[in-house]
């Protein structure tokens, strides 16, 4: 559905109690829509959900708690064909995330996410929460603690995460193409996720002054460094690969320039294939250039 990320967050801002929104930020399109508003002209934004990072994962008690005070307040499950809440017996990785609609907003739901420990090492980690007695878990990300550094405030009561990390994290995230598929077409299309991702990293490359991608450097080895102390290097060395495999292949980068155009920060703006690619090279001249120099130095 088409919405404005600053109604968004807004209204979210509103829902949230406010203990549970100092400790959240969000992530992902609604973040990135709200950040390039002035240069997007305010246009919406085609998005169903957004990502709720929480600070405080460590304490799983206390979010089975706060997402009890949500249901008070009129929040609602988001009940998929796959929702089946588990048990204590239930494995952590086959229970169903929390995602919640909002008061008084259809269509649109919310996901939590969770911070990894510093150096996680696994790609995706499950950790169980306990709603009403129930089961559920909160997905943690090992590159997600990189949406964390230099948090922005949207002035609205919640703070969301910088652009330039999110570029980072998606780009380590995806360091081969893979074959998984979004659940759900965009655009007549069943996507791959690296695709979506990878898009969202080209889409904010160019909407981003290059003298601003020119900055990102240092802080990505800032936040390398905090987040994997042992890995930082070999990770930056590796931040390109997922943009070289792109540019390898012409129907993946294809679907990456369709799923920014029909659902990410594009629509409107009549970015062609061509154009979208052009941001590769912006990308590895301005910043991956140089964090592999930083990262290769002894």
């Known amino acids: 559905m088409k919405l ?5 967050i807004a209204h979210l801002a509103a829902a949230l109690p406010r203990n549970l929104a100092k400790e959240s930020f969000v992530a992902g399109s609604v973040a990135a829509g709200f950040h390039f508003e002035a240069r997007l002209e305010r246009r919406e934004i085609r998005t ?33 064909k796959k929702f089946s809440p588990g048990s204590a017996k239930t494995r952590a990785e086959d229970l169903p995330f929390i995602r919640l609609f909002p008061p008084a907003m259809k269509g649109f739901f919310i996901e939590f996410l969770g911070l990894p420990s510093i150096g996680q090492r696994r790609t995706k980690a499950h950790e169980r929460v306990v709603v009403h007695g129930t089961h559920y878990a909160i997905p943690i990300f090992r590159f997600a603690g990189l949406l964390s550094w230099d948090l922005l405030d949207t002035g609205l009561g ?40 990878l898009g969202r990293v080209l889409a904010i490359a160019r909407l981003t002054p290059r003298d601003e991608i020119r900055s990102w450097t240092d802080r990505w080895v800032e936040a390398l460094n905090y987040w994997f102390p042992r ?3 070999r990770l930056g060395k590796s931040a390109s690969q997922g943009l070289d495999a792109l540019l390898r292949n012409h ?41 592999l120099e930083r990262c290769g130095r002894a």
Request: glycine residues 8%; aromatic residues 4%.
């Open 4 to 8: 404005k990320p600053r109604s968004i």
């Open 48 to 80: 169903k959900d957004a990502d709720i990072v929480v600070h405080t994962v460590g304490t799983h008690a206390d979010l089975g708690r706060r997402t009890e005070e949500l249901l008070a307040r009129g929040w609602r499950w988001n009940l998929s």
């Open 158 to 197: 919640l703070k969301y995460a910088d652009p330039a990390m999110m570029c980072l994290a998606n780009l380590l995230s995806h360091p081969k193409l893979g074959t998984i598929r979004m659940e759900t077409e965009i655009g007549g299309r069943l996507c791959l996720r690296s695709a979506k991702d």
């Open 231 to 233: 890995d930082w290097r």
């Open 251 to 291: 129907s993946a980068l294809l679907e990456a320039h369709h799923t920014a155009t029909h659902l990410g920060l594009l629509p409107g703006l009549r970015v062609t294939p061509e154009e979208f690619a052009e941001n590769v090279a912006v990308l590895k001249n301005d910043v991956l250039g140089p964090l």
